[in-house]
T-cell receptor, first 114, second 112 residues
Framework: DGGITQSPKYLFRKEGQNVTLSCEQN?????MYWYRQDPGQGLRLIYY???????QKGDIAEGYSVSREKKESFPLTVTSAQKNPTAFYLC?????????????FGQGTRLTVV | AQSVSQHNHHVILSEAASLELGCNYS??????LFWYVQYPGQHLQLLLK??????LVKGIKGFEAEFIKSKFSFNLRKPSVQWSDTAEYFC??????????FGAGTRLAVHP
């Protein structure tokens, strides 16, 4: 079945450490997105990528980094520069344009800084 | 800049009441508009979407939304809510460069 897989489901990080969240899709979608979900703030866009080897900052990119070396993969690194990393992180993908361009979401990764 | 504003953060209704959730967006170009729902403990799923054509869009579970271009609005409606509609609802707009932006969400609680 096609879909988006995020791993791990739960992640604990010590302060000062970098961690990488995985996002893989087999939907053959061109565009991929990373969002952070906090209570009362909805989904805030961290980074997005329209095609391989290209990505753009979203509204809250500081303290995060991404790569897009393969079409199906869009890993997110939460660096030690991110002041408040504890949150729920969602990955999504869509077709690039035309046709049905709704976003499909992964199940999310809950990151906790300990 | 592209943005989405949802007016109601929390809505409490009794079963059978009518629902309207407001959504306004800011983007000058062609937009695709979406409403997503997140039931407790579940991942986001699409309720309905607008790309072009008829501005009144019907979605799943009896929901509909109307795109009013002159008002930059895409309000979600349901004539009669059920307890099972208790969830968080997100409006989203997809504009230039495939950028997909969500609103802050509206938590709906439906009491039997």
């Amino acid at each position: 079945d096609g879909g988006i897989t995020q791993s791990p489901k739960y992640l604990f990080r010590k302060e000062g450490q970098n961690v990488t969240l995985s996002c893989e899709q087999n939907l053959n979608h061109d565009a991929m997105y990373w969002y952070r979900q906090d209570p009362g703030q909805g989904l805030r866009l961290i980074y997005y990528s329209q095609i391989v080897n290209d990505f753009q900052k979203g509204d809250i990119a500081e303290g995060y980094s991404v790569s897009r070396e393969k079409k199906e993969s869009f890993p997110l690194t939460v660096t030690s520069a991110q002041k408040n990393p504890t949150a729920f992180y969602l990955c999504a993908s869509t077709l690039r344009g035309g046709g049905s361009t709704e976003a499909f979401f992964g199940q999310g990764t809950r990151l906790t800084v300990v | 800049a592209q943005s989405v504003s949802q007016h109601n953060h929390h809505v409490i209704l009794s079963e059978a009441a009518s629902l309207e959730l407001g959504c306004n967006y800011s983007y000058g170009g062609t937009v695709n508009l979406f409403w997503y729902v997140q039931y407790p403990g579940q991942h986001l799923q699409l309720l309905l979407k607008y790309f072009s054509g008829d501005p009144l869009v019907k979605g799943i579970k009896g929901f509909e939304a109307e795109f009013i271009k002159s008002k930059f609005s895409f309000n979600l409606r349901k004539p009669s809510v059920q307890w099972s509609d208790t969830a968080e609802y997100f409006c989203a707009v997809k504009g230039g460069y495939n950028k997909l932006i969500f609103g802050a969400g509206t938590r709906l609680a439906v009491h039997p």
